[in-house]
Each structure stands twice: as structure tokens, then as C-alpha cells.
């Protein structure tokens, strides 16, 4: 059983779509998080900064095809524009994609959302993350619902089990923020790291587990954003990181946390001596629980 991943940022792009500077960061922080031993323990993670058309689609086909097996863990994470063409279709842009003057999208420079489909469809792989952070990021859930029902059929669509897709926004939202910085990626990285997203305390991170903890902060941060997940069955339960056991650094964030849902985030002068004096019981600096 392997780990692989692909990590996809696209900070440049052609005429019409604005820069999204933040992106390589974000592929920084998922990589570091990922290849972490103690945390993703990913066997190979590739990071593909503002690729062309071909080179983006050719690199997510392989990342599917390429030697799978049942049991590999597949994870592939995409920073950057979602763009949609007249009819709605969703599609990833790419540094080469660009409007004409007309405000039109040019569907040739970038990868359709059909085609992930597809390549993940097809894959003998069994155990798929697909993460999404991107405007209209929830149209690529959209584009999988049955012509004759409203609700989203993610098993018939995407063709099998096992499987799970993340998403930054919903089909109406931009998911960037000032200077192209992602808050979703901010907390997905963060609830890996720390280890702040095993909300049951078993020492192991699930796709359910890590949607629940990002959904939740990026909604105190900016509450008209709404991630969303997009699984069946054993797709929810996919163990994606490991979290350290007994870290007084993980321990003082749950507990914070808990005692911010308590007193609504409004912490009183008593609460924080309180906090502060947790920390120093627990051994911890001043920047560690900055």
C-alpha cells in the first residue's frame, strides 16, 4: 500500500483572471505537512507549480493510472482559479488560461472537472482524496448530480466507493481572501500539523475528522464560506495523517478550543490567566502558544 500525492498551485495565469499569489504557499505548507513522517507519512509527493494545459492533465492521469493498486492512497490537491464555461461546466485553470474581451472563458487552456472525473473513475485505486481549493470549487460536486434528482450522487458519478472530495466554497463563493491567501488550506495544514483535527483523540486524522476541524475554523474566520465534503461510506473514514500522542502543544490547543465553544470566543480576564497558567503546567513557551 502506497501514499502518493499531487499538489497542483497556479499563481499566474494568461489575459482577464487575477494573480493568486498565495498559492505556492499553499503548496509549501500541504508538501511539508504531507511528506512529515510523523504526520502524512505520504511514500511521494509531487508539487507542480503553474503548469501548462497538457502538463497539468498529464500529471493528474498519471498520479491515477499509474501502477495503482486497490489499497494505494490517492491524494490530489488543487490551489488556484475554478473557472466555469457557459453552460457551467467547471474547469481548473491553468497559468495559460485567459478570457477573451468578451469575458469568455477559453475552455482549450484549461483542465475540465469531466476529465478528473474520468481519470478518477478509472483508477484502480480505491482510496481517493480529491481537495479543492477553489472558487466555485463546489460545482465540481454540481457537475456529478443526476440529471432527475437535486441530490448530489457522488457514488454514481464518480464510480465507486471509497472515495472523497473536498471543497474550499460553494459554487457561488470565492475562496481566496486578500493578496490571494487561503484560509481553508491555513486550517487544513493546521488541523494536520498540530494534530488538532483528531477530534476523537485515537491518534489518527480521517477525511471526516480533517473536514469537520477546517470547516469549523474557516467559518469563525469568514462565515459566509462553507467547505464542504462529498463522500460515500468508507470514503468519510479515509485515514489521511497520524496525530501525536500526548503533546502538551495539541493538548493546550483542544483545550483552548473547547473553551472558546464554552464562552463563544469571548474569553474573560479570568479565562486567560486561567490559560496562561494551563501553559506554564503544561511546560509550554510563549511562542508555542502564540
Excluded: W
Excluded at 480529491?130 to 470549487?137: K, M, P, Q
Excluded at 480533517?210 to 475554523?217: Q, R, S, T
Excluded at 462529498?230 to 473553551?259: S, T
Amino acid at each position: 500500500m502506497a501514499k502518493i500525492a499531487l499538489l497542483i498551485g497556479v499563481s499566474e495565469y494568461g489575459e482577464g483572471l487575477t494573480g493568486l499569489p498565495g498559492t505556492q504557499a499553499d503548496l509549501e505548507r500541504m508538501q511539508r505537512v504531507l511528506q512529515n513522517p510523523q504526520v502524512g507519512g505520504f511514500d511521494a509527493v509531487e508539487v507542480l507549480p503553474n503548469p501548462d494545459r497538457t502538463r497539468m492533465e498529464m500529471a493528474i492521469e498519471q498520479l491515477f493510472s499509474d501502477n495503482r493498486t486497490r489499497d494505494d492512497l490517492i491524494l490530489l490537491y488543487f490551489s488556484g482559479h475554478g473557472v466555469r464555461d457557459d453552460n457551467g461546466t467547471l474547469y481548473l485553470a491553468t497559468r495559460i488560461t485567459a478570457k477573451t474581451p468578451q469575458g469568455r472563458i477559453l475552455t482549450s487552456t484549461a483542465v475540465p472537472a469531466t476529465a478528473l472525473q474520468g481519470y478518477m473513475s478509472q483508477s484502480r485505486s480505491k482510496r481517493q482524496v480529491l481537495i479543492l481549493d477553489c472558487c466555485f470549487s463546489g460545482a465540481f460536486a454540481q457537475d456529478m448530480k443526476a440529471k432527475d434528482d437535486a441530490a448530489i450522487d457522488v457514488k454514481t458519478q464518480l464510480g465507486g466507493e471509497g472515495r472523497a472530495v473536498l471543497t474550499s466554497s460553494t459554487a457561488t463563493q470565492v475562496s481566496y481572501g486578500k493578496e490571494g491567501v487561503s484560509i481553508y488550506t491555513q486550517y487544513l495544514v493546521q488541523g494536520l500539523e498540530t494534530g488538532a483535527a483528531d477530534r476523537n483523540d485515537d491518534g489518527q486524522i480521517t477525511v471526516d475528522e480533517l473536514h469537520e476541524y477546517a470547516k469549523e475554523k474557516v467559518q469563525e474566520a469568514a462565515p459566509t464560506m462553507q467547505p464542504e465534503i462529498y463522500a460515500v461510506r468508507e470514503g468519510y473514514k479515509i485515514l489521511i495523517a497520524h496525530a501525536p500522542q500526548g503533546d502538551p502543544r495539541l493538548v493546550f490547543r483542544k483545550e483552548i478550543n473547547e473553551r472558546a465553544k464554552q464562552k463563544r470566543g469571548k474569553f474573560s480576564p479570568v479565562d486567560r490567566r486561567a490559560l496562561k497558567f494551563r501553559s506554564q503546567e503544561l511546560g509550554l513557551s510563549d511562542a508555542e502558544v502564540a
